[in-house]
């Protein structure tokens, strides 16, 4: 967030005294200016720091909210930051050093082997899709325990495997395998699970990195603030 300093306004105050709107348009400016400079500074410097598998989302998510220009400069403010998404929380871990509470995450094979690939269409782990899941099959454990959790997954992989199922599927509660979205991969008679989607996944405090702050710092240290001043003075005096 950038904020107007009054006590080095004395000049800009003594020449837009006679013109208060002008005055207040050369603020707003200056403080939107300061923004979006921030911005190509996050720019450059997110993809450094961290993984990018989409650099057009990375813009897209890197937003600024102008400074209004018209109004009391004492409380006008341009804000910039990073939006946060259902699946993406703004790299906000990063800035922070907190740990990341998003309800699940995609495994290497979801997003095809590699870090910096991209979760495939058919591997996202979507609300309201029907997946088979282990609780449509019922059956009785071989302690005769009716509707046990793990039985039914088996049987529920038992069945996929019969019937050469190949798209995703949950497993809640399995004692082979963690929570989470599979598919079966593998040959007729060498199925195995392969995990996309992990639902209850265990976050690690990843290391710092204040993204945002050192955007903002890198800005004012090469940003020519007479310079800026000057530009912005001269748009605004020739706004009729």
Request: no cysteine; aromatic share 10%; net charge positive.
């Amino acid at each position: 967030m950038f904020q107007i300093d009054m006590s080095d306004m004395d000049f800009l105050i003594r020449l837009f005294r006679k013109m208060p709107d002008k005055f207040e348009r050369a603020v707003g400016m200056m403080l939107n200016e300061f923004a979006f400079e921030t911005r190509k500074e996050a720019i450059n410097l997110v993809p450094r720091k961290m993984t990018v598998r989409n650099k057009g989302f990375m813009k897209r998510s890197l937003v600024v909210k102008r400074a209004a220009l018209r109004g009391d400069i004492r409380f006008m403010k341009s804000e910039v930051g990073s939006m946060q998404r259902p699946r993406f929380t703004g790299w906000k871990e990063q800035e922070l050093g907190t740990v990341s509470e998003r309800p699940n995450v995609a495994t290497l094979a979801a997003r095809g082997g590699g870090r910096r690939g991209i979760v495939k269409g058919r591997f996202r782990l979507r609300r309201g899709q029907n997946y088979p899941d282990p609780i449509d099959y019922p059956g009785e454990s071989p302690r005769g325990v009716s509707g046990d959790e793990s039985h039914r997954a088996f049987i529920m992989l038992r069945t996929l495997s019969r019937n050469k199922y190949k798209k995703p599927f949950l497993i809640r509660r399995y004692r082979k395998a963690q929570p989470g979205l599979y598919r079966l991969v593998g040959g007729a008679n060498n199925k195995r699970l392969q995990m996309l989607q992990a639902t209850k996944p265990k976050f690690r405090r990843p290391k710092r990195v204040k993204w945002l702050r050192r955007a903002r710092g890198k800005m004012f240290a090469t940003i020519d603030l007479n310079r800026t001043w000057a530009k912005t003075m001269k748009r605004v005096l020739t706004i009729r």
